[in-house]
């Protein structure tokens, strides 16, 4: 599934923010590059984190101490990550997964993947090779809303039957009740990917 074959967080905002990625760099136990730090003269005194374009981003607020915010920025990203652990699937549960997709939307197709497994993908949700019956998801996806990672694996999943984006494969997609919604999604995330990659060197 490619990315353009057709959300990001409200909090990150071009306004009067600054983004001080040189701190987050120094903060312990937080690999270089891995979290964004923003402070803002908006926030006053709560504290969120969120996971953007695949780094976490923690907003605080403009006047909290560097003491505070070295005790303060590994802990959100802690929390961060534990909630991504809760929800992260394991392959095996893929694959059940969409054997009920596949039941439920698209009966007529008895195909199932040999195997399904998470792979770093920057280009690409998901792909499937219907030679073989494997499917690979993007590790991006991995602590995303449920429906938009069943969109990618029933997406995934109809191209053990259909090779194509033809007629066939689109009405058989559009049997998903969230796609638009899970679309919509992955275009925000997309975006919020592009905005946040440094600019290419001429």
């Known amino acids: 599934m490619r990315d353009e ?93 969409i054997d009920q997709l596949l039941s439920q939307y698209a009966p007529e197709i008895h195909e199932r993947p040999t195997s399904v497994s998470w792979r770093t993908m920057h280009e690409r949700w998901g792909s499937c090779t219907n030679v073989d019956g494997t499917i690979r998801i993007s590790s991006r996806l991995q602590g995303r809303p449920a429906y938009v ?13 259909f090779g ?5 494969f689109t009405s058989t997609l559009a049997r998903f009740p969230a796609q638009s919604r899970a679309q919509a999604y992955l275009d925000g995330y997309e975006a919020a990917e592009d905005a946040l990659r440094p600019p290419k060197l001429s």
């Open 5 to 97: 074959d057709n959300g990001a967080n409200s909090e990150v905002r071009v306004e009067s923010t600054f983004i001080e990625e040189s701190a987050a760099l120094s903060l312990p136990g937080i690999g270089e590059g891995e979290i964004i730090v923003i402070r803002s003269a908006r926030r006053k005194r709560n504290i969120s984190a969120y996971r953007q374009g695949g780094k976490i981003v923690v907003s605080i607020p403009a006047r909290l101490s560097k003491y505070d915010e070295r005790s303060v920025v590994p802990e959100m990203v802690a929390k961060i990550r534990a909630q991504e652990a809760a929800r992260t699937f394991d392959e095996s549960a893929l694959s059940t997964r």
């Open 149 to 161: 990672l069943d969109f990618v694996l029933f997406h995934e999943a109809i191209h053990l039957r």
């Open 164 to 168: 194509d984006h033809g007629g066939e």
